[in-house]
């Protein structure tokens, strides 16, 4: 600056506004205007990954900055509840459940059909973006097991035959949309 001024925060604030979409900057003036504003922090992840998807390292400190929060709380927060995603997803993620009795089910071999069907292993997503696949808690569905979600749709009683169809019915509704 050529006023010799050490005070960067407008340029800060504008980057990190930048950074994030319109109606979460929007979420976070509101809740800094409420006493205790940290207090609302989760709720703002909640947002921020509701809008992108997944909550990126740039999304993050921008959230921090905006909040006034330091970095590490923030991240801390993220990388703590299973919930938030830090890494982009594909478009349908697969949670498949490792509760018992899912687990005694066959979870595992149903995990493994997932994984070869579409060449990833947990955690990560296909090349195309389509698919994500992770495990996870018990999904409450336990008469249905084994079980896995993908979105918000259950699939009951998996058997590891029946994973290519499954598979091919999603590859067939994003087809379908984009036509």
Known sequence: M????????????ADSEAALPHSVVEHIRKVTL???SESHLIDTL???????????TAQLDAVAQLMQIPSAKVVGVASFYHYFRLKKTGRFIISVCMGTACYMKGATAVTDAFRNVL????????????????RTRCLGVCSLAPVAMINDEVQAHLEP???????????????????
């Open 46 to 56: 909640h947002k921020l990954q509701e809008s992108m998807g997944y909550l990126g």
């Open 34 to 36: 409420l006493p205790h």
């Open 119 to 134: 060449g990833v292993d947990i955690g990560e997503s296909t090349a195309d973006g389509m698919f994500t696949l992770v």
């Open 161 to 179: 035959e029946i994973i290519p169809q499954i598979i091919d019915r999603y590859r067939q509704k994003t087809k379908a949309v984009s036509e």
């Open 2 to 13: 050529s006023d010799g001024s050490t005070d960067n925060w407008a340029a800060v604030k």
